[in-house]
């Protein structure tokens, strides 16, 4: 019946649970149809393998029907892909962005993706100077990419999502700190490892080195500026301190306490960069 005319066979392709994947990716390969293709790609779960080899037709109506079915399962790949081949069709990026269960890193590609759209068309449409532009718009991305990495918390997901953001440049200095200023460690210490080319495990064993030998070797490794180490050493420690007494991030006044402790460790010490640091703590919790 998978095999009759459509008017028979669609319905079985989309609703038959009799059919397990091996006769659906049999029925893939020996057939052109697209509308079969559709039927299989609508089914209430279809399985990874399915969903890369449909992927693979490059149909952007298949893919789209694939991304509206939450019950399709979408590799990593596979989101990196689709965002790659369609970034400017908005319906399909925002069905991918409605999703249930998005990889970190595949909503932070995205929203590059989406931002570098967004700024070619700011460009042309108000004839605006490039380089203020991208200023205004790098300023949203970090603010949008660091409420991103509040909510990312496996580590396998940090790790993804620092990896694709180092690969892409934008692993910045700033946002490296936004995120310890909000008391996310595992950010910090996924980043730093990633810049130094060490294990996490590593990186954290350093950082946590009370002795502060540690922090500075994996610092100096890291490519961080040197003029903020101090201030950086500082924040760390405030935001520690805080975590000992239990105190976490999100809770009120929560950024206004960093500043107390970072003031108190920087009492009677000539701090470089500490107003900066000061306004990043400000900043973040906005």
């Known amino acids: 019946m998978a095999r009759d005319v459509e008017e028979v066979a669609l319905p079985i392709l989309q609703h038959s649970q009799v ?21 299989i790609s609508r089914r209430e779960r279809v399985s990874l393998t399915l969903s890369d080899t449909l992927l693979a037709k490059n149909s952007e ?13 979408i590799s990593q790949d596979g989101f990196a892909k689709i965002i790659e081949l369609y970034p400017h069709n908005d319906r399909m990026m925002q069905a991918l962005g409605d999703r249930a269960h998005v990889p970190a890193a595949i909503i932070e590609k995205m929203m590059d993706k ?35 990495v509040q909510i990312t918390h496996a580590q396998e997901d940090v790790d993804n999502l620092v990896s694709q ?6 692993l910045t200095p700033s946002l490296i700190l936004s995120a310890l ?25 350093l950082i946590n080195d009370r002795g502060q030998l540690g922090f500075r070797a994996i610092y100096n490794k890291s ?3 040197d003029s903020m180490f101090s201030a950086i050493r500082i924040l760390l420690n405030a935001v520690r301190d805080l975590d000992t007494n239990n105190i976490k991030p999100g809770s009120p006044g929560y950024a206004d306490r960093i500043v107390e402790r970072i003031s108190q460790y920087a009492e009677g010490e000539r701090v470089e960069n500490l107003p900066y640091l000061i306004a990043l703590v400000h900043q973040a919790a906005l």
Do not use: W
């Open 19 to 39: 059919l397990d994947d091996k006769d659906l990716l049999e029925l893939i390969n020996h057939t052109q149809d697209v509308s079969r293709y559709l039927a």
């Open 223 to 225: 490519g961080l500026k």
């Open 114 to 148: 989406v931002s570098a759209s967004l700024v070619a068309r700011l460009k042309e449409k108000y004839k605006l100077a490039g380089k203020t532009i991208d200023v205004e718009i790098d300023m949203i991305r970090e603010s949008e990419t660091l409420k991103l």
């Open 181 to 205: 200023c909000q008391g996310n460690f595992c950010f910090f210490e996924t980043s730093l490892a990633q810049l130094s080319g060490i294990p996490v495990s590593s990186a954290r064993a």
């Open 61 to 73: 109506e298949i893919i789209s029907s694939l991304v509206a079915n939450n019950g399709a399962e």
């Open 165 to 170: 953001m180092q690969a892409s440049n934008r």
